[in-house]
């Protein structure tokens, strides 16, 4: 077989230099298409699912609400793993499946069995799966950067940092979201808008109300009833009540109850404000002052290369645009293309560098320039070849994939150099002097034929074990 292909070759080289050339354009397409990571994301197929329960202990929580999810995801197709973490008022569920699990389909049978479930749980309890992202996801990390708070009070940065987060989770958040590869935007510090009611208890016992009223009076006067159509001198009217909540003023000016003919308001029992939500946290930048943050995480799957490019440029069209207050900016502190570029750049200069050498020494034991090109001319095709074969595949090119490449440079150039020397020797035979050209090069290449393609089959099957690790 081996005789037989060689034949061929020495027969048809410009069949086999036009094919080794397609097989080098095609690798060169999926060097500049194949997905671009740091480092191998080696992350399991697995859903989260998280369920708030507040104000339930962690007995109460994983009664009421772990083990009903549990025992109802038990019994889905390629399960692996299950393993839960419960907390005051917080329910985690983690479901690992093999790795020939589709994510999509895996998430999709989750969703089902949760649908099931939600009738078993505590009133309030909305069980929901986590983004479709792996722990390599976080690519984007950024702040918001407004005035400097020199001279600014303890009131006045509390403000802005409301401000901050707001703009950040109504304005950059869904924006971002928006970004192809992008499967959300986590917010971090500040703190959360609140319109607040703080209600009186002496006014209260006052207007003989309770808290239960005043909390049902806001909800059922936030909304707005769609009504019929009057008709009237052939015109039509359409009929609609307003009342959903747009400032303040029209949270005072709720009614509560009417007593004696008279209407108690919101502000006869209670103080209405602008405040915030407790929070748990904060985000501080440098160890000095207080920032509204956000981390973006991607797609399980994609592209991050592709994906950073995309919320640069949707940062730039926000900032141009002129979305945010004046003297603010979006800042990042997190680039996962730097990363990338850094890693890529370290393989790229040991690989051009591992080339450049081998041509040297090439060059200096064959002593013949022809046939240190045709050994180097392996080293440019055969990694092409392999980025092709690669994104067959859906490998991704990062630090591991592509520092192998260039471990593997002097075991590329192995076999061409024991064919090229051992040809190069029979042509300089003086002994050889009028034989046919093409009848040197076949018997050259066939002496030294066997011994090469076993030795790189013994390479093979050395490597082959690390194929099967999980």
Do not use: C
Request: net charge negative; aromatic share 6%; charged share 20%.
């Amino acid at each position: 077989m081996v005789d037989t292909l060689l034949a061929f070759s020495l027969r048809r080289p410009l069949l086999i230099l036009t094919f080794a050339g397609l097989l080098a354009l095609l690798g060169l397409y999926s060097f500049r298409t194949i997905p671009i990571d740091a480092f191998p994301d080696v992350t399991s197929v697995l859903v989260q699912i998280v369920t708030k329960a507040l104000g339930l202990s962690p007995e109460e929580v994983e009664r009421l609400v772990t083990f009903p999810i549990e025992q109802q995801v038990t019994g889905v197709p390629h399960l692996t793993e299950l393993r839960s973490l419960t907390k005051v008022g917080l329910s985690l569920i983690t479901v690992v499946f093999d790795d020939q699990m589709d994510i999509n389909l895996a998430r999709q049978l989750i969703l089902e069995r949760l649908i099931e479930v939600r009738e078993h749980l505590p009133p309030g309890s909305e069980p929901m799966m986590m983004p479709n992202s792996t722990g390599l996801g976080e690519v984007y990390q950024y702040f918001l950067e407004g005035p400097p708070h020199a001279g600014l009070d303890a009131a006045a940065v509390e403000r802005e940092l409301i401000e901050q987060r707001t703009v950040l989770d109504w304005v950059i958040r869904p924006l971002l979201k928006g970004v192809p590869g992008v499967i959300d935007v986590n917010s971090l510090g500040g703190y959360v808008k609140q319109y607040q009611v703080l209600v009186e208890p002496e006014l209260l016992r006052k207007y003989d109300l309770s808290l239960s009223e005043v909390f049902a009076a806001v909800a059922n006067n936030n909304a707005n009833a769609a009504g019929n159509v009057l008709e009237k001198h052939a015109e039509k009217y359409i009929v609609r009540g307003v009342g959903m909540i747009r400032r303040l003023s029209d949270i005072e000016d709720i009614v509560v109850k009417e007593a004696g003919g008279t209407p108690v308001h919101i502000h006869n029992v209670a103080q209405v404000q602008i405040g915030h939500a407790i929070r748990h946290g904060a985000a501080v930048l440098n160890g000095e002052r207080e920032v509204v943050a956000g981390i973006v995480l991607m797609l399980r799957g994609a592209n991050a290369r592709d994906v950073v490019e995309g919320i640069k440029g949707k940062i730039a069209e926000i900032e141009d645009k002129g979305l945010l207050p004046a003297g603010w900016r979006i800042v990042p502190f997190y680039d996962r293309i730097e990363l990338i570029s850094a890693a890529l750049t370290t393989v790229y200069k040991a690989l051009g560098e591992g080339i450049l050498l081998v041509v040297i020494v090439l060059f200096v034991f064959l002593g013949d320039t022809r046939s240190a090109l045709i050994v180097a001319a392996t080293l440019i095709v055969t990694p092409l070849v392999t980025f092709f074969v690669m994104d067959r595949f859906d490998l991704t090119a990062n630090l591991m994939s592509l520092g192998g490449l260039a471990i593997a440079i002097g075991m590329m150039v192995d076999a061409s150099v024991v064919v090229v020397e051992n040809i190069h020797r029979h042509l300089s035979d003086p002994r050889h002097q009028g034989l046919p050209r093409q009848d040197l090069i076949l018997n050259a290449a066939r002496e030294v034929a066997r011994p090469v393609v076993f030795g790189i089959l013994i390479i093979i099957i050395v490597f082959m074990p690390i194929l099967s690790f999980q």
